[in-house]
């Protein structure tokens, strides 16, 4: 198993950026595909991006696609997820999640889940 905990969250005007941070415990972080979701007060909780094992295949939703860049560090245990041209409508709790050997755009099939950081985006 593996434990995940958020941050990086904050305050930002629309256009600018943020870069959250998901550190994992666990000797096994490495086996693990990595995704990010976002739920608003009110919404469905919803896919942002996803990231393999290796890092060398990424998946984004079209809502934030060219904007939002999801990376890892293995050596680290973390991953990040990179948010530039900061919309008033991508303001939510951002949370990462684990799930074995492949990643999915399906939040039902991801096993770990991290705490959740507050993305505030004013107008």
């Known amino acids: 198993q593996v434990q995940l905990v958020e941050s990086g969250g904050g305050l930002v005007q629309a256009g600018g950026s943020l870069r959250l941070s998901c550190a994992a415990s666990?000797?096994?972080?490495?086996?693990?595909?990595m995704g990010w979701f976002r739920q608003a007060p009110g919404k469905e909780r919803e896919f942002v991006a996803a990231?393999?094992?290796?890092?060398?295949?990424?998946y984004y939703a079209d809502s934030v696609k060219g904007r939002f860049t999801i990376s890892r560090d293995n050596a680290k245990n973390t991953v990040y997820l990179q948010m530039n041209s900061l919309k008033p409508e991508d303001t939510a709790v951002y949370y990462c999640?684990?799930?074995?050997?492949?990643?999915?755009?399906?939040?039902?099939?991801?096993?770990?889940w991290g705490q959740g950081t507050q993305v505030t985006v004013s107008s």
């Open positions: 666990g000797r096994t972080f490495s086996s693990y595909a």
């Open positions: 999640a684990a799930r074995r050997y492949y990643y999915s755009v399906n939040k039902n099939e991801y096993a770990y």
């Open positions: 990231i393999s094992l290796s890092g060398s295949s990424t």
